[in-house]
């Protein structure tokens, strides 16, 4: 009964089930990251990315307004203000004057200063101090409050990457200095790869086997074992350091899988469309440029996705092949492990920059995907 037409078997049903799980792996730090990017220091600093849908509890410190604010009513000196301004209106639970002691009062309470006078802070935020003599010095006290606070979404970590100019500026050399490197590190070797898939597929020479076997040994090679042989021989030829030998490299270590999926997906091809070319008396050049190609098409897109995906999140070959001591060849990579360093603290900036630099390579493979599954199965069947 277990074969009857119709039915689906328990290994079915556990695969759709992998792949369910797969993509939500995947998914998940991808919208976390798109969600954190919208988030105030605040709030991811309180609470995950999966509960900013909802109210949050949040220990804020908030200075009230200077003393150069306070105004005389009758006797009294009063400076009145509201601590969640420029912040999304919440509900104070409780609150202190000191960090060893943030909860000694409840909203609506009023505590008395050490350096004279009172400050009732109320449920809304809003606050009022008083003294009998004049508020001094040129900060405002200091006000620790817990808080709930509902969920709060800006668009100022994007308006401080993409148009500010102490951000902005090296995020954009950062942008066209990764695609200066990106695009021809995928075309290069897809050109190159073609041909040489073409050649190890169709015509037959002395020595196409070996070569077969040769590709198939070189995509076991990591990249780091000839990083630094690499780039001596590059400072032996005279290319040194720059976007050259970035591409050189990039094509170097991506032509081997190329020439894999290519010559895979061409051998299986009709013979009698080419057998048939010939007849006519197509060339090779002719019958690889007319037919070979386009219909290589889902091969071809195929790698190039693999290939610009790497090339443009690549860090490691970026630092060992490119001079970015003036910040104009700094890959996006890059620029992100430099605002690491800089701005450690600022989790809302650097979600939103790792944003920016994931937008690209998620636009382009979701224009191609759809060619990803056909070249991957290239050769699998006749």
């Given amino acids: 009964m277990d074969n009857i037409a119709g039915t689906k078997s328990g290994l079915t049903w556990a695969v759709h089930l992998s792949v369910a799980f797969l993509v939500i792996l995947w998914l998940f730090p991808t919208v976390g990251l798109f969600v954190s990017s919208f988030r105030t220091a605040d709030q991811i600093a309180t609470s995950g990315w999966w509960k900013s849908m909802f109210p949050a509890e949040q220990n804020l ?10 105004v005389q009513q009758g006797d009294l000196y009063v400076i009145e203000g509201d601590l969640f301004e420029g912040r999304s209106a919440g509900t104070v639970s409780v609150w202190g004057i000191s960090s060893r002691a943030i909860a000694d009062y409840k909203a609506g309470d009023t505590a008395e200063l050490n350096k004279g006078g009172t400050i009732t802070v109320n449920p ?20 620790f409050i817990t808080a709930t606070t509902p969920p709060e979404f800006t668009t100022a970590n994007y308006e401080s990457m993409l148009l500010d100019p102490r951000n902005s500026e090296g995020m954009t050399k950062a942008f066209f200095s990764t695609l ?3 695009i021809p590190s995928t075309v ?19 020595g196409r086997a070996l070569l077969i076997a040769a590709v198939v040994g070189l995509l076991v090679v990591p990249l ?45 091809l009709p013979r009698d469309i080419i ?36 090339t443009w999140n690549d860090l490691l070959v970026a630092m060992v092949f490119l001079v970015d001591s003036t910040g104009e060849t700094t890959v996006m990579t890059k620029q992100i492990v430099e605002l690491l360093g800089t701005r450690g ?35 699998s069947v006749k």
């Fill in 180 to 182: 200066t490197v990106t």
């Fill in 188 to 206: 290069i070797p897809i050109v190159i790869a073609a041909f040489a898939a073409y050649a190890l597929a169709w015509m037959e020479f002395p």
């Fill in 61 to 70: 410190v908030i200075r009230a307004a200077a003393p150069d604010t306070q």
């Fill in 124 to 143: 809304d935020g809003t606050y009022r101090m008083e003294n009998t003599e004049e508020f001094t010095g040129s900060r405002g006290q200091r006000v």
């Fill in 345 to 379: 603290g600022n989790w809302e900036i650097l979600a939103t920059a790792a944003f920016i630099s994931m937008a690209v390579p998620i636009a382009v493979f979701f224009a191609m995907q759809r060619y990803l599954v056909r070249g991957l199965l290239a050769g």
């Fill in 275 to 310: 057998e048939n070319a010939k007849v006519d008396g197509a060339t090779d050049f002719q019958i690889f440029v007319k037919i070979i190609l386009p219909l290589s098409f889902p091969a071809l897109a195929s790698f190039a996705i693999f290939q610009f995906l790497w």
């Fill in 224 to 268: 780091q074992l000839a990083l630094i042989p690499l780039l001596k021989f590059h400072n032996v030829i005279g290319i040194g350091k720059g976007y050259v030998g970035v591409w050189l490299a990039h094509t170097g270590f991506g032509l081997p899988l190329a020439i894999y999926l290519l010559r895979n997906y061409m051998v299986g």
